[in-house]
């Protein structure tokens, strides 16, 4: 079955620690998409990318990084740098917007960081 | 810079219609519609192109005035497997795929 991964799904880091989240889709999608959810602010776009090897910042970029090696893959590390990185992320992927594409976004199940 | 989204929160009875409205300070090219249940991932409902075309869902509709960069999704006749937090999402350009969120309205459908 077609679908996004994300990994682990909870992940517990002491301060100062790098973490990296694993987000993998078998949809032949060219966009990915990394969302911070937190309680009443929605989903806040961290990082995103249309292409290999090409990547964007979102609106709350600052203590994260990504890369995009691979279609398929999207991963994120969530760095010390962060200042309250205990959160909720979500991973997207999409088909590129055009005449037969409506740009949906297709989410995984989503990965809680607590850090302690 | 997020999307406003009102209300941000509504109860409802069963049967009952709610419009969730998504107001924009940026030019927009698409607006999306989600629905997010409790513990689960956003599921796509609907989008809505600059020039007026709708694609999604059958029994949800929704407007976007391209010139007040607004849009609204209206739900009638409400089912109780409505309930949940709705996020408009929001496209500036043609060709850029940056998404940008709402903060989401929570809806709840009681018997």
């Known amino acids: 079955d077609g679908g996004i991964t994300q990994s682990p799904k909870y992940l517990f880091r002491k301060e100062g620690q790098n973490v990296t989240l694993s987000c993998e889709q078998n949809?032949?999608?060219?966009?990915m998409y990394w969302y911070r959810q937190d309680p009443g602010q929605g989903l806040r776009l961290i990082y995103y990318?249309?292409?290999?090897?090409?990547?964007q910042k979102g609106d709350i970029a600052e203590g994260y990084s990504v890369s995009r090696e691979k279609k398929e893959s999207f991963p994120l590390t969530v760095t010390s740098a962060q200042k309250n990185p205990t959160a909720f992320y979500l991973c997207?992927?999409?088909?590129?917007?055009?005449?037969?594409?409506?740009?949906?976004?297709?989410f995984g199940e989503g990965s809680r960081l607590t850090v302690l | 810079q997020q999307p406003v989204q009102s209300p941000q929160a509504v109860i409802l009875r069963e049967g009952e219609d709610a419009v969730i409205n998504c107001s924009s300070s940026k030019a927009l090219y698409s607006v999306h519609w989600y629905r997010q249940k409790h513990g689960e991932a956003p599921v796509f409902l609907m989008i809505l192109l600059k020039g007026g075309e709708q694609k999604g869902h059958e029994k949800i509709s929704a407007s976007f005035n391209e010139k007040k960069q607004q849009s609204s999704l209206y739900l009638t006749a409400s089912q109780l497997s409505y309930s949940g937090t709705y996020f408009c999402?929001?496209?500036?350009?043609?060709?850029?795929?940056?998404?940008?969120f709402g903060t989401g309205t929570r809806l709840t459908i009681i018997p």
């Open positions: 997207a992927s999409s088909l590129l917007t055009g005449m037969t594409n409506t740009g949906e976004l297709f």
């Open positions: 949809l032949n999608h060219d966009a």
């Open positions: 999402g929001t496209k500036s350009n043609f060709g850029n795929e940056k998404l940008t």
């Open positions: 990318s249309q292409i290999v090897n090409d990547f």
